[in-house]
């Protein structure tokens, strides 16, 4: 295979929008800095205050995937895809706890701890009924996600996606089970993607490859993304994740 050629098949999409969030890289030009562009003539707004009853009910990283969620355009229109490999995993930690003092878990702690429960929450605040997918692939997981956005616009091109990333670190009590990429942890992604548009990327995957030098996932592609680079490559845990610029 040529360096960064796609293996067949692949997917095609559209980036409309993006926000990301990071401890320290909190605005739009923030991230382009970070990917050595020229941020002179860029807004540095950062993401929108959320009203009280998301923040009430989301945990600190989740008013972060509200917020780079209702940042992008589409929020109430777009069909959502939360990508995550933990959730919300302070929500499981303290019903966890719970149940080992032999405590009744909070009702509200358990209604909010299923994978998906932020995007309910994100579609009931925008009016949104076009339906929500939650996707949780390990390291995989970022490249997955993307993979599933672009496998609903294959299926309905009229129709655009949001499509979410976040992840935490694990707490100390989990650290055994840490891997060395929650080094950039926590982080947020979210992306506007449509059928047609001016920055059109093609998505392929194949397995693992671990012999070439490539970014960890979702880094990769926000470097890809915002460079304008032709192409690039990230490594997950099962698999090589490929994007190019399409024509």
């Known amino acids: 295979m040529i360096d960064g050629e796609l293996p067949s098949p692949m997917l095609t999409v559209a980036v409309r929008d993006w926000f990301a969030w990071t401890p320290g890289r909190e605005t739009r030009a923030d991230w382009l800095a970070w990917a050595g562009r020229d941020v002179a003539a860029v807004a540095t707004e950062p993401m929108p205050a959320l009203p009280m009853m998301l923040r009430r009910r ?11 969620a209702l940042a992008c355009q589409g ?28 405590e009744q878990p909070s009702p509200a702690e358990f209604s909010m701890s299923v994978h998906h429960g932020l995007a ?18 390990s390291l995989d997981t970022f490249g997955y996600g993307l993979l ?28 055994p089970f840490r891997l060395v990429a929650e080094a950039d942890l926590p982080l947020v992604v979210a992306l506007t ?11 392929g995957c194949a397995a693992a490859d671990r012999n070439g030098a490539a970014d960890s996932l979702p880094q990769g592609f926000l470097k890809f ?8 490559t990230g490594i997950g845990e099962e698999m090589t994740w490929r994007w190019r610029r399409a024509a």
């Not at 929020?75 to 032999?102: K, M, P």
């Not at 299926?155 to 992840?167: A, G, M, W």
């Not at 993607?193 to 998505?203: M, N, Y």
């Not at 993304?225 to 690039?232: D, K, Q, R, S």
Request: hydrophobic share 40%; net charge negative; proline share 5%.
């Open 58 to 68: 989301a945990t600190p990283i989740g008013q972060k995937v509200l917020g780079a």
């Open 75 to 102: 929020s109430q229109e777009a069909r959502y895809v939360l990508a995550s490999r933990h959730g919300e995993f302070d929500r499981t930690v303290t019903i966890l706890t719970s149940l080992a003092e032999n």
């Open 120 to 137: 309910g929450l994100l579609s009931i605040h925008t009016g949104n009924r076009q339906g929500h997918i939650a996707v949780a692939a």
């Open 148 to 175: 599933e956005a672009a496998a609903c616009l294959h299926e309905s091109p009229e129709q655009p996606v949001l499509f979410v990333y976040f992840d935490g670190p694990l707490p100390d009590s989990y650290a």
């Open 193 to 203: 993607l449509s059928a047609d548009g001016e920055d059109r990327i093609s998505v």
């Open 225 to 232: 993304l915002l460079t304008n680079a032709v192409a690039a």
